[in-house]
């Protein structure tokens, strides 16, 4: 008995909505059982006050506590939930549901689809957006690797500070990062990206310092999205690989954007999980086997694209990393005519100033 | 001595910001007295409050003004300036500056691009949104298209219903197409959108009636962009098209986006106009000789797209028309690899519902 | 034993959050099983897409289920909740919490706050927005207030037409008020705020007909306040007066704003229920007798408050229903020297055009 | 001969519309020759992309251009303009036209309101909001108060950094406050402020330092109001006060709001400038003398108003400084029954945290 991993993609039509996720468990796959992490991209707007995305959360653990037959807390154990609000421009909602399941059938040589989940100690406050998270997230990277050929993509769901939790750190005399608790937000993501290049080697040990989070940006990963929340004070973990020990149809491979408009990469990690468009968009044959794309998305910070200015900085109504996601989404539909894809913004040390890692889960062609 | 069309394209740094055009009279091209029609992207939020477009206006006005010699509202009559608000997502705001003038060269026996303005007579309010408008449009654009070979895009302008203006007609015992002065702005660009697909036999002269307009979107024109405007009573028309009696070395194309992810009709227009990006995005060269894009965005009635919810209609954050623009934007952008591209929102009967025409000026290779 | 009614205000964090409910339940008043109740101002947009009601709701659901020791559904059954998003301005995001308790104290022989709930047979969706729901309202609401001496203020939910509600009522050959779905919510609000009026005499039965709901300013009522949502086909209405047969020492008033800034209206309201600040705001020990206001805010339709222009109807970045909440908001916090106020939006016949109901619970001075 | 100052308050119908005050000097009064200031609110976002401003003043200039006979670059030398964008709730676009003629008219021994405008030296990119700045609008404003017994109110038009000037600076080895551009336009604001509460003595000399600017909210002036501009590099000052040197039936009063419902402090304010509203609201008579009210509003930094939490700086939506002018305009329309009021945001320094300045001008009763 080897492990298959699993992915499901269903629509929600509010964030409330997880009909379609029971619709799956009615129809007995996935087991209730094996699903180890839920993806959702909810309709907020993926900002401050985006309750959406707790919403989602909310109804996911009280579905998932009745399935399961456990007290909601039990569910945040088991299963790792990590909802991006923001479907700007056509992006739709949906969730990705991920399950890892044992099986008979061989491991597949060519490698398939892995995933683990991995968690850090609870940090202290005066440790989030600098070195020691950094270090933490690296570590639990290695431990969780063991066994993966090739690591693409690299999901984490980090803490921010709060005003509570810096009065704290005070009444220890402790100085956390910064006291702008929206900030906080940014260097820990950035904090938990460096941790994955840390871990993978796209940086250099040598290379990082508290003074470089949130501002080195030719420091970043290729291969990892991170989002921040209140409500955990540890990094969560989600490993997406291969593995030749892995049984199952599912491919991941990954690229880079260098920018919003990187058409190319995105064709090139469409190839790389073995779809291919031509050069121009996934034609239905070839859609029918793509099962989810992740990527990131954040307006560059000098305001140009390929040196023409965007506005997306300047706009006082719409937030910046709501156009992004809208610009981002918008490539990749080109790209896959599908716009049920997972863009979420906030892409500190995540892909170059701009861009953003882009990864492609896909069933094989030959199965 | 024919005539031979010019287009330029600049950036603007804001809505008030001329001075790329200037730039461009300083240097001796075009000749100021040349300038035909301006078109303009503005960075304002391309809905009802969007004060952008007539900031831009004014300030194009001024400073043809001086240069021309003459009278504010003389610069009017002889320059179309249509001001289109919405940068969303990646789009660059820039000015379109389009100019005629004579040469010795001979005339492009494979054809040239073509610019003709024409207008119609001012509009009764109760005409606005009604045959009567679809079909004073249709004949000034059957007059001025004569020595057209093709037309590929017919830029309007067209008026709207104020308060004052419904007060007029009830005034003189006639009622409105709608009394509510923001749909009205929908109905005309509708019949103005009709009035070009009966022109270019796109729509069947009983096909139409008062009471298809903005309700029936089957009927369409493939060519059409329209915007309304508070400042006039009449239609302005731009036609852009191919003679064979004209020289220079642009070329115009069209196709038609079938949805807002349509790159497939993106790189049809494409290669209609010369350029080829091999199905992927069009490399260095070729961008070089692409001179503009213009194309029309709105989300799809029925809050799909290939089956997939989006959410723009029921974004009580941001209007439907800003996600359409970024995601049209994006879409285009993958395609040329370029964010000035001059796409308008508001597309009734201008493309299938949820699509739009895209329209595509390039220079030739051999030239 | 008579019946005593009790209303708690407490604040929210955010809109999953019913920890300050829990605190009052924990210590034992009110008593969870006397709740029949619950409002909430939820700091969404108020609008299409505002999902932080419905998470209010899942969260008090929940919570309310664990307490009574029932299922979900049945907490729905027993306890009206009304969540109306929106906190603009300085709006505070709140809960009020309506009891009804027994006690051997005396009946209130100047009156005492009674509530009472009721619902309506659930419509047809060719009933909603029309008489059939106006009638239906008015009948409910004078079988509940039977026993109340006068009726101060009635807050009603009411169903809205979904697309599959309209497809429904279409297989049966029945035509629906109207096919925009975000117009139902209009239509719906205002035939139940004219069913309010139609049972408390503001209207004559003859003055109503299909075609006024919706159009018909001149037609209100000054006690109502009404929303829609989209979990109900019925509706569920709570009265709230004063009745000589209740015990407690809560006083409610009401009174009816002109039009935004009708400050008099709202200090008329605030003595009437025995609260005065000589005309200014109302000193600390008044304001602690102020136990909640509520109240409804709309644009003027005309565009202009006092003669002046107000450009609430004209921005296309924020919805004019929240303009609206801001402002009231503002004057009656003004009045009263308090930001948790229950303004709510959409004020369909709910008061005249511009203006609105207001009405205040307070406790009295001399017990 | 001696000075009398007029104010003439007029609405528009959009940022460019400045027909109200052609009919003015179409009128005669004020003489085009004798404006000195005018002060407008518009309605754009009040934000970093508000073109409505600049649109405005564009307007302004070409009509004042011709009705004085001028070049435009001379306008700007000869009248102060100070737009304020952002008329959230229910303010109204106005325009205030400042004027100073003179007159055979006896002074007025009571006073009279005098207006006076300075001007700093042109700054240096590293003097934006620090001391240097504070300094140069002390000495500035001590200059030009010389006759004035008491000073109201101070509207100040500052610069603000941009990469440009950043890198100027950068050039000489000088280093600036901060590199975030909209971060320099709090500064500058701020640092303006303080230079009036230097001038005024409101605040020590010696209690002020580059690091307590944009930090220290304990240092504030009652009566500043302060906005920044990218189009000028030195400070333009405006000063309201009352001499008995001046003709005139005009009078200038102010107070302080100590938070953003302190509806006591604007009824102070009114009377102090003669109006009384016996503690309501003005009655018409009363309201005919109210000239111009011009106030400061931002939002509490603690996120809370007399201890109950507001949204507005965790809104990612609408913007914190919309939300706190819609409320304070609320406040403010509470007291006087107007909308048409100058109500700006961005109080860094300009009244205590939360709250703000708020100055009357009215015309006396006994004239």
């Known amino acids: 008995m080897i492990r298959r991993a699993a992915v499901h993609r269903v629509a929600m039509r509010h964030p409330g909505d997880v009909a379609a996720i029971e619709a799956l468990f009615d129809a007995g796959v996935p087991d209730p059982r094996d699903v180890v992490a839920i993806l959702g991209k909810t309709e907020g707007n993926g900002c401050v006050n985006d309750f959406t995305r707790a919403f989602a959360v909310q109804s996911l653990t009280q579905m998932l506590a009745v399935r399961l037959g456990t007290a909601p807390a039990e569910v945040a154990h088991r299963v790792a939930m990590v909802m991006s609000g923001g479907t700007e421009g056509g992006l739709s909602p949906h969730f990705l549901v991920f399950s890892v399941g044992r099986t008979d059938a061989a491991a597949n040589p060519a490698g398939a689809l892995a995933i683990a989940t991995a968690f850090t100690?609870?940090?202290?406050?005066?440790?989030?957006?600098?070195?020691?998270?950094?270090?933490?997230?690296?570590?639990?990277?290695?431990?969780?690797?063991?066994?993966?050929?090739?690591?693409?993509?690299?999901?984490?769901?980090?803490?921010?500070?709060?005003?509570?939790?810096?009065?704290?750190?005070?009444?220890?005399?402790?100085?956390?990062?910064?006291?702008?608790?929206?900030a906080s937000m940014g260097l820990s993501r950035g904090a938990s990206a460096l941790g994955v290049a840390l871990a993978l080697g796209e940086v250099a040990r040598d290379a990082l310092a508290d003074a470089a989070i949130g501002s080195d940006t030719a420091l970043y990963s290729g291969r990892a999205g991170t989002s921040a929340g209140v409500e955990l004070m540890r990094n969560e973990i989600i490993l997406?690989?291969?593995?030749?020990?892995?049984?199952?149809?599912?491919?991941?491979?990954?690229?880079?954007?260098a920018?919003?408009?990187?058409?190319?990469?995105?064709?090139?990690?469409?190839?790389?999980?073995?779809?291919?468009?031509?050069?121009?968009?996934?034609?239905?044959?070839?859609?029918?086997?793509?099962?989810?794309?992740?990527?990131?998305?954040?307006?560059?910070?000098?305001?140009?694209?390929?040196?023409?200015?965007?506005?997306?900085?300047?706009?006082?109504?719409?937030?910046?990393?709501?156009?992004?996601?809208?610009?981002?989404?918008?490539?990749?539909?080109?790209?896959?005519?599908?716009?049920?894809?997972?863009?979420?913004?906030?892409?500190?040390?995540?892909?170059?100033?701009?861009?953003?890692?882009?990864?492609?889960?896909?069933?094989?062609?030959?199965?």
């Not at 997406?240 to 954007?257: E, K, Q, R």
């Open 240 to 257: 997406f690989g291969m593995s030749p020990d892995w049984a199952g149809d599912l491919v991941i491979a990954h690229d880079v954007m």
């Open 259 to 367: 920018d919003a408009i990187d058409l190319p990469a995105v064709q090139r990690a469409l190839r790389a999980a073995g779809l291919d468009a031509g050069g121009g968009q996934l034609p239905d044959a070839e859609q029918a086997r793509l099962v989810a794309v992740l990527a990131k998305a954040e307006p560059s910070s000098d305001g140009r694209i390929r040196g023409a200015r965007h506005i997306m900085n300047e706009d006082s109504d719409i937030n910046a990393t709501r156009h992004a996601r809208a610009l981002v989404g918008g490539v990749i539909a080109a790209a896959t005519g599908r716009t049920a894809l997972f863009v979420s913004g906030g892409a500190e040390h995540q892909g170059p100033d701009g861009g953003g890692p882009v990864a492609v889960i896909a069933r094989r062609a030959d199965l």
């Open 121 to 182: 100690r609870d940090f202290a406050p005066e440790e989030i957006g600098r070195m020691a998270q950094v270090e933490a997230t690296a570590e639990a990277i290695r431990a969780a690797a063991s066994g993966m050929a090739e690591i693409h993509y690299v999901q984490i769901k980090c803490p921010l500070l709060t005003t509570e939790r810096i009065a704290e750190a005070a009444s220890r005399g402790a100085t956390v990062a910064t006291h702008d608790t929206y």
